[in-house]
């Protein structure tokens, strides 16, 4: 038996006639991590889908224990030993965590009660805290990644490929995480795992691959690699000084008071929170999962309702509001960016121009009756060339780009409206080196121009590199802020967690 557990040769994709990988060679050997770095739109996924059985190679080689294979779907592929957790999460929303995780492997006669009894257990033994009965739709981004992972362990896969398995998790749950995934190398399971953040590539890998518009770059042992060298391979150029630069040593000073929030409640998230947000700054917000962040920025943006009684007030630019849904929020002035881009972020069947034009329709009122094709296609090119958004053109489907190329589009979609408050809930949430830059810089961009920006992350190099004020959440509410110039990452955690 080969030591090559999955072998490509020569392995193109094409969609349009445009290759999403080209000519890529890729071995994995037996009970190693190995990960797969680029920026968006290099190929990673598309490679780990052919892997998967989720596309099809258009030419080349794909090669299981040395016999070739035609994965067609991803059962063909599992009978093959291979499983994939997806960056973006392919449950079943209106079932159970329990029957998400046995879906596919029921026998003829199910018991309800035994299958909990059996996920319970089974999420014990990975150090998940997730609720066997909960319904997945009801979840929280990285719950459902948990499960996702989770399930793909219980398929008891030989090979398994995680597509940014961190993105959505604590600290601890990262490192709970890690300790699995060395856990499945010493039983001899192989695995692929993509990701941006290149610390977590250097530490977990055996080997790195780096692919780069398509094409192999360079594979090597992880301990040969630096970020430096990474990023040089990446990209094709040095990002080492601007990515996450140097420590701030001036903020922008606080303009208008645009947001006010006070004594905010909904149950059992926000919890009596109050803060404020200004003009020309840029407000970043950090907390660990649960401490309300997300939710208290959705009711502002009308996304979802505080409680009917006690429920606190909502000052814009000094006049009490409160939004039952996004629509007149976004009249107003308010864009709320999400973290979760495939639910609520863009029509992935729809073009990029008319998901980029139909953001601008929300700010009228009737907008549907404004419809304009020729409009619509201007407006799109217009926002692609100033975002850089990667795509055949302004007429591919939002479904067939990089993850970050469709959060550029997400971003596009709210900054055309024109807002004065704009969100950015994660902004760079599985997002490469590249454009984070980008997006890093156009932030900062929008704060120069004097509109008011909350930056929500989970990543504390992003809220001290982006910020001028911090404000830390625990528990339902903001609990400490400090200024850029004293915050430092022990001081943030501290107050997150203590």
Not at 61 to 78: H, I, Y
Not at 298 to 321: M, N, Q, T
Not at 374 to 397: F, P
Request: glycine share 8%; with cysteine.
């Amino acid at each position: 038996m080969t030591d090559n557990v999955v072998e490509f040769r020569k392995a193109t994709k094409l969609y349009a006639g445009v290759p999403a990988i080209d000519g890529v060679d890729f071995t994995l050997r037996r009970g190693e991590i190995h990960a797969l770095v680029g920026e968006n739109g290099a190929g990673k996924s598309t490679l780990t889908k052919a892997m998967a059985g989720v596309v099809a190679l258009t030419s080349g080689a794909m090669l299981v224990n040395g016999v070739e294979v035609t994965p067609r779907t991803p059962l063909e592929a599992r009978h093959l030993g291979i499983a994939m957790v997806f960056q973006e999460n392919s449950l079943v929303p209106t079932m159970t965590v329990a029957q998400n995780l046995f879906l596919g492997q029921e026998k003829f006669y199910n018991r309800l009660r035994g299958i909990y009894i059996a996920a319970q257990q089974f999420l014990q033994s990975l150090n998940f805290d997730v609720t066997p009965t909960a319904t997945v739709g009801l979840l929280g981004a990285a719950k459902k990644q948990m499960v996702e992972i989770a399930r793909a362990v219980l398929h008891q896969a030989q090979v398994i490929v995680f597509d940014e398995p961190t993105a959505t998790l604590t600290p601890e749950e990262k490192s709970y995480f890690f300790d699995l995934v060395r856990d499945l190398k010493t039983r001899g399971v192989s695995i692929v795992f993509i990701s941006h953040a290149l610390e977590e590539a250097l530490l977990l890998a055996d080997r790195i691959t780096v692919l780069r518009d398509g094409k192999h770059v360079v594979t090597d042992d992880a301990t040969a690699f630096d970020r430096a060298r990474i990023v040089q391979a990446m990209v094709g150029r040095d990002l080492s000084n601007t990515l996450y630069g140097t420590r701030k040593t001036q903020v922008r000073p606080a303009g208008e008071r645009t947001l006010t929030v006070e004594n905010l409640k909904m149950a059992p998230m926000v919890k009596n929170n109050s803060l404020s947000v200004f003009a020309g700054q840029i407000t970043g917000v950090f907390g660990l999962v649960g401490a309300g962040r997300t939710e208290t920025f959705k009711i502002v943006a009308g996304v979802l309702k505080r409680d009917f009684f006690h429920g606190g007030e909502i000052l814009l630019r000094g006049k009490p509001v409160r939004y039952r849904v996004p629509a007149p929020a976004v009249q107003a002035g308010v864009a709320y960016v999400t973290e979760d881009r495939k639910v609520e972020g863009f029509f992935e069947t729809m073009s990029i121009a008319r998901n980029i034009y139909l953001g601008l329709l929300a700010k009228f009122p009737g907008g549907r009756f404004l419809l304009s094709g020729r409009e619509a296609q201007d407006t799109g090119g217009s926002w692609i060339a100033r975002l850089k958004v990667r795509a055949i053109g302004s007429k591919a489907r939002v479904v067939e780009l990089s993850g970050g190329n469709q959060q550029k589009v997400v971003i596009a979609k709210s900054l055309v409206q024109e807002p004065s408050l704009i969100v950015f809930d994660e902004p760079t949430r599985g997002v490469d080196v590249g454009a984070i830059v980008e997006i890093h810089e156009l932030i900062n961009r929008l704060a120069d121009e004097g509109k008011a920006v909350v930056v929500i992350s989970s990543y504390l190099p992003e809220i001290l590199a982006l910020s001028d004020r911090i404000l830390v959440c625990r528990q339902g509410k903001v609990v400490e802020e400090f200024s850029a110039l004293e915050a430092t990452e022990e001081k943030i955690m501290y107050a997150a967690i203590h």
